[in-house]
């Protein structure tokens, strides 16, 4: 997968308003940019300890960064800042509306680094910087698929091309619940183990049902019958009825999907004309749920054959000697 970047000026424009940002010294792109979610604070290179300077992240001078400058004599200022400067830069990020020192700002300008500044407190800055951050360079996949949220539970469609995911969809909308998107679903790792699925931007909520043609799901249900995203959480894999397969009968072994490096729960549905794939789909949900707070049907059940057969052993061994 190619690495992903992320242009400081596509920063800027794209969350000016949002992280109330001001551009200082006119330069809209540096040296280098932005690669990795990661955020740094240089106050102790300002110091002099160089050893864990990250220079590829974006630098951000807080309160405590610029109250140490101020107290510098001009020249401890110039070589202060100086020391930022002995790499390339991503760029530089000044947090409270904080003016930024003359040395800083020439070195910006000898150097092209982009010079920004925030009207935010720093902490809370750093919160918003760093969400946005993580969620562009989430990792990302195209899945052919379709995502729709059935009683909270995100599931999954998949299967092969002209299988009925999109039919299924439309029957479980018309039934109450909820489409994020059809056909192709954009995918991103937001964190270790949660996957979240939302449809291309010009797709918005439109089907296209074999023998209708394209409908606005939308327009025809309302807006309670859409959503822009949902984590998934269940893959439901439809495969066309084999009487040679060994389809699961009982639920006792785990099935997992991997996607993006995260396991999900994966039922394989048979179909065969005449089933309702629908009240499955609800069912399956419902079943997810419970296994979230610890109810396990399949394992209860099993446990409950075994200790009924362990019962009718000793029933059978009492009633063998009890001949009255």
Known sequence: MEKKTLAVKELFEGMKETLSL???????????????????????????????YLNERI??????EILYLNTRTPEERKEAIGRLFIMPLVCIIVTRGLEPPEELIGFTHEYGVPLLQTSMLTTPFIQELTKYLDDYFAP????????????GVGLLFTGRSGIGKS??????????HR????????????????????????LKHFMEIRGIGIVNVQDLFGIRAIRIQKRIEVEVNLQEW????????EGLQDRDA???????PQVVVPI??????????EVIAMNHMLKVYGINAAQRFDHMVIDQIESDRQTRHYLRYDTE
């Open 272 to 281: 065969y004309p005449g089933k309702n794939i629908t009240v499955i789909s």
């Open 242 to 249: 084999d009487e040679k397969m060994d389809w699961d009968r």
């Open 179 to 202: 489409l994020v998107a059809d056909d192709t679903i954009i995918v991103k790792r937001t964190a270790e183990d949660i996957l979240i699925g939302r449809g291309h931007g010009h």
């Open 140 to 151: 990302t996949l195209n899945i052919h698929a379709t995502l729709v949220d059935v009683y």
């Open 59 to 64: 630098q951000i001078l807080g309160e405590t």
């Open 167 to 176: 039919e299924i969809a439309l029957d479980l909308i018309e039934r109450g």
């Open 258 to 264: 991997t996607i993006l490096g995260v396991k999900i």
């Open 22 to 52: 001001e551009l200082i010294n006119d330069i809209y792109e540096g040296q280098l940019p932005i690669t990795v979610r990661d955020i740094h604070r240089p106050g102790l290179a300002l110091a002099g300890f160089m050893q864990n």
